[in-house]
């Protein structure tokens, strides 16, 4: 089951309310992507795409967590509603590799649920469209995946699996631009003036 476009837009800006901050103008911005991309993909939902897009990180309402920590949050929230479409994207987003992520044995709760349940699904289309838009959508606009790998690394480091990550969603893109038959950033809002723009990398605690 899904939430409506209303709803989904309503709990994003009470998770901002609760934990203020840039994720919910990405999470905006991922909603548009997966619109924007999944009108030109025959058989894909448009408004379910824009929906899954917009809740991916709501999460972070819980506040300023860790990546697993607010993909398992989100998962529980979005299945408390029985919205287990939404509650599939909260789990999978972050991990473009999926079952391929985890090569070390999980230490957290959060991350033993995340590998359990990802060992069990294959990656769908809404799975890799949102993979995807994650890596297109800043807080102030769309940028190239490039620019958005460099602003996540800038903000996080850099880990051994982030490699094989980037090639995932560039696979990713090409898949979906073979479908679009077109550049994904065709179909982006003024991506060529927001991704020369340089803003200071945001990190949680900025107070922003």
């Known amino acids: 089951m899904l939430p409506t476009k209303e709803i989904a837009e ?33 058989g894909m939902d448009a408004e379910k795409a824009y929906i899954v897009g917009v809740l991916h990180d709501i999460g972070r309402r819980v506040g300023i967590v860790d990546i697993p920590t607010h993909v398992y949050e989100g998962y529980k929230y979005c299945r408390s509603k029985g919205w287990d479409e939404v ?68 903000r996080y480091g850099i880990m051994e699996t982030y490699i094989k990550g980037w090639e995932r969603t560039f696979a990713s893109k090409e898949y979906f631009e073979e479908k679009m038959g077109c550049s994904v950033y065709d179909v982006l809002p003024d991506i ?16 922003k």
């Open 87 to 154: 509650a599939r994207i909260c789990m999978t987003h972050s991990y473009p590799l999926m079952q391929d992520e985890f090569t070390y044995e999980p230490q957290t709760e959060a991350e033993r649920e995340i590998k359990k349940y990802i060992e069990g699904c294959q990656a769908d289309e809404y799975d890799m469209l949102i993979q995807l838009c994650d890596a297109l959508a800043t807080d102030y606009g769309f940028v190239i995946v490039e620019k958005r790998f460099v602003d996540v690394t800038r």
């Open 192 to 207: 060529g003036r927001t991704t020369l723009l340089s803003p200071k990398p945001w990190k949680p605690g900025d107070g």
């Open 10 to 42: 309503q709990e994003l800006q009470l998770a901002g309310e609760l934990n203020p901050g840039p994720w919910t103008k990405h999470s905006i911005n991922v909603g548009i992507a997966a619109r924007n991309i999944a009108e030109k993909v025959p």
